[in-house]
């Protein structure tokens, strides 16, 4: 993933995590500033984990990586 976008780095994450990685799709908003995370309906809560574990650790890489550290994390319906 070298020089990838942040958009790639959040759908490579999602889709590791998700039992329908086809359903899951990163749209940048604002843009780039804000990233829209959709997935099945199934998989929200794997995304989101327990009390936001998961959201948060997947906030926590992008802003640690150089092409997603301006860049918002959102979890769509």
Same mark, same amino acid.
């Given at each position: 993933? $070298? *020089? #990838? /976008?942040?958009?790639? &780095?959040?759908?490579?994450? +999602? @889709?590791?995590?998700?039992?329908?990685? %086809?359903?899951?799709?990163?749209? %940048? !908003?604002? #843009? *780039?500033? !804000?990233?829209? &995370?959709?997935? $099945?309906?199934?998989?929200?809560? =794997? !995304?989101? *984990?327990?009390? *936001? =574990?998961?959201? @948060?650790?997947?906030? +926590? &890489?992008? $802003? $640690? /990586? =150089?092409?997603? =550290?301006?860049?918002? &994390? %959102?979890? !769509?319906?």
């Amino acid at each position: 993933m $070298a *020089g #990838g /976008s942040a958009s790639e &780095l959040v759908a490579f994450i +999602a @889709k590791s995590i998700v039992t329908e990685p %086809e359903a899951v799709a990163v749209h %940048e !908003v604002d #843009g *780039g500033s !804000v990233l829209e &995370l959709e997935t $099945a309906d199934g998989d929200r809560g =794997r !995304v989101i *984990g327990r009390q *936001g =574990r998961v959201a @948060k650790a997947m906030r +926590a &890489l992008l $802003a $640690a /990586s =150089r092409a997603g =550290r301006d860049v918002r &994390l %959102e979890i !769509v319906d």
